[in-house]
T-cell receptor
Framework: SQTIHQWPATLVQPVGSPLSLECTVE??????LYWYRQAAGRGLQLLFY??????ISSEVPQNLSASRPQDRQFILSSKKLLLSDSGFYLC????????????????FGPGTRLTVL | GQQLNQSPQSMFIQEGEDVSMNCTSS?????WLWYKQDPGEGPVLLIA?????ELTSNGRLTAQFGITRKDSFLNISASIPSDVGIYFC?????????????FGKGITLSVRP
């Protein structure tokens, strides 16, 4: 069965420090991968998605970047954190094989709570 | 852009009651999904709907894909305290490689024992 992991679970960082959040998926190959941010426990904002290694699409301009160095690894980064980067970050995956029904269904990881002070 | 409407923002019910949540859109979707999120955790998929008119159950949960493809509802029967959480609807149109979901803002459900 497929599982998705996020690391770390909780992070407190000072303003101006760098960030690296990791997401890994097991039990599937060539998944679509997604990063979301959720503010104040409500509303999911799509930040980035990836359809393959090295392929990143950004949904909103911001202080963050994403990378996909391996098929089942998705990294969310920042060179200098802002206070407004605080939030709950969720990674999700969806299957690309076989195409068709069910391909849109996304499965979420446990999330990372980021607090920028 | 596409938007999904979920209201009210919060619902308060008594344990044992049934509750219905609606999700509407001005656009057509080919897939409707319902998620539940517990505090501090990621959303968990409850029910997925892939066909207009489809009615699907998962235990005490029942969801339907509206015939117009612009709405969906989720029913919870005989609510229990662990039903507390935020319920999100999401819609999608399969576009091959670039498949993205549109989410509603969620409904926070409280269950009084």
């Amino acid at each position: 069965s497929q599982t998705i992991h996020q690391w770390p679970a909780t992070l407190v960082q000072p303003v101006g420090s760098p960030l690296s959040l990791e997401c890994t998926v097991e039990g599937t190959s060539n998944p679509n991968l997604y990063w979301y941010r959720q503010a104040a426990g409500r509303g999911l904002q799509l930040l980035f998605y990836s359809v393959g290694i090295g392929q990143i699409s950004s949904e909103v301009p911001q202080n963050l970047s994403a990378s996909r160095p391996q098929d089942r690894q998705f990294i969310l980064s920042s060179k200098k954190l802002l206070l407004s980067d605080s939030g709950f970050y969720l990674c999700a995956w969806s299957s690309t094989n076989p195409p068709g029904q069910g391909i849109d269904t996304q499965y979420f990881g446990p999330g990372t709570r980021l607090t920028v002070l | 852009g596409q938007q999904l409407n979920q209201s009210p923002q919060s619902m308060f019910i008594q344990e044992g009651e049934d509750v219905s949540m609606n999700c509407t859109s001005s656009s057509i979707f080919n897939t409707w999904l319902w998620y539940k999120q517990d505090p501090g955790e990621g959303p968990v998929l409850l029910i997925a709907l892939y066909k207009a008119g489809e009615l699907t159950s998962n235990g005490r949960l029942t969801a339907q894909f509206g015939i117009t493809r612009k709405d969906s509802f989720l029913n919870i029967s005989a609510s229990i305290p662990s039903d507390v959480g935020i319920y999100f609807c999401a819609g999608a149109n399969y576009t091959g490689a670039n498949s993205k979901l549109t989410f509603g803002k969620g409904i926070t459900l409280s269950v009084r024992p």
